[in-house]
Structures are given as C-alpha cells and as structure tokens.
C-alpha cells in the first residue's frame, strides 16, 4: 500500500511583522488559497492540512481553510511542534511534508521532486528538505516520516526546538539520516516568503503578472519574471530573514 503523504501547512493570523497576511487578497484569492490552490497540484501529496492555533483570533483562517474543503487542525500557538505532529496524527499520515502558510509561490513540481528525494533514499532518509541558499526562499518544504517527527515530538525540550518543528532533527545529523534538494547550477537570490510588507508588494507583482497567463506556473516562470523586472528585486532587498539558533 503506498504511503499517506499529507501536506500540513502551518498558519496563523497573529504574524508578528504582518498581521493577518494568510488572509491578504491577491488576485481575487487570499494569499493562503493560492498556496493551497499550487499544493492540490501536487502528484505526490494524499491530502492537505491547514494547522493553526486554537486562539480566538485564528477563527476567521480556521473557517476560510474550512470552506475551501481542506481539514483544519487547532493546537498549541508556540508549541508548534506538538501542533504539526498531533495534525499529522489527526490526518493518519505516514509521511508528513511541512510548509509554512506564508509561501504562497509554492512549486508543487520541486515538492514533489523532494518527496522522490526522500523516498528513494537508500539507507533511508529521517529528513529531507529544499535548499532555500540555492532556490528561492518561499519554496521551502520540508519532509519527515512518522517515527523520526515522533521521535523529536518526545525528545525536543528546548524552545526554539518546539517552535521551529524540525530543529531537533537537522541539528542531529550523527544521529539522524539528512539530505536537501539542491542545485549548485542555480543562482535565484530572491525572497518569495511574506514576513512584511514589502514581501507581500512582490508577491502581488508575480502573481498578477503570473497567473493570466498561466495559472499553473512554476518557480522558474517567476524566477524569469524577477529577471526581467529587475527593480522588482529591490523591493524587498533590505528584508532580513529571521534565523535561528546556530547548530
């Protein structure tokens, strides 16, 4: 029997530099529609899952994603971890591929490249993800089967390890079993996550450039779209990506 492989994207209204950008209009969609709209494309994927916290104020996301026929799992707002997990129980997966909802340009051809990745590893793999310092950032997925997610479920204490989900398992890589997807033919600097304002001005662009021509398409027809508008590139240059803990 082939593997349950669910998408779970992590969202949530209360964005710190952008509140409420899941739920931002572009295009006649929300910002969220147009990543589950790309992710329903995907050949690999069983199904998707929208996992959001259980405050008040995520009501409004809870109900949209709901409507739009896709399940909706509530959980802990910063234990993001046990939230991501306890959704993927809820979704009997066997495999679990993780996207943040504020990556709407999301490439269902690289996510399923990933999941090929991971499944033909041999040995096999705990975890797979894209390499977002050669592709753009905005095209970040990660992959992990059931008993490594459960693994660092029980086992991950420190903070930023609950939070950011898969920390405990990169961090590890002389105990678990790691690879990326990666190209080093590609040289695509360019930022495609919403965290602020000036992210979301650039989404708009490629998306109201991108989808009438071609609602299907992918990262390198917006890659082609930043090069020939290269002031588009300027518009969020100066954004600085949150990091994390070093390993």
């Known amino acids: 029997m082939a593997p349950r492989i669910i998408g779970i994207i992590q969202a949530r209204m209360g ?48 109900a949209h994603v709901e409507g739009l026929g896709i399940p909706v799992f509530r959980g802990s707002e910063n234990d993001v971890l046990d939230r991501f997990y306890r959704a993927a129980l809820a979704q009997q997966a066997d495999i679990a591929v993780r996207f943040t909802g504020d990556c709407p340009l999301i490439d269902p051809a690289l996510v399923d490249t990933l999941v090929d990745l991971y499944r033909n590893a041999d040995p096999a793999l705990a975890y797979a993800a894209i390499d977002v310092s050669r592709y753009p950032r905005g095209l970040d997925a990660e992959v992990v089967g059931m008993a490594d997610l459960r693994t660092a479920w029980e086992e991950a204490h420190e903070d930023f390890e609950r939070e950011h989900v898969m920390p405990f398992l990169w961090r590890r890589p002389d105990r678990f079993r790691l690879a990326w997807l990666s190209d080093p033919s590609i040289d695509a600097p360019w930022r495609w996550c919403v965290d602020t304002e000036q992210d979301f001005i650039l989404v708009r662009h490629l998306l109201e450039t991108l989808l009438p021509a071609n609602p299907a398409f992918g990262w390198r027809d917006a890659d082609g779209a930043m090069r020939a508008h290269p002031d588009w590139g300027l518009i969020n240059r100066d954004v600085v990506q949150k990091t994390l803990p070093p390993t």
């Open 15 to 62: 964005s710190t530099r952008l509140p409420g950008k899941v739920m931002k209009p572009v295009a006649g969609k929300t910002l969220i529609t147009h990543q589950i709209d790309r992710l329903r494309r995907s050949h690999h994927l069983s199904g998707l899952c929208v996992a959001t916290s259980t405050l008040q104020g995520d009501d409004p996301l809870a």
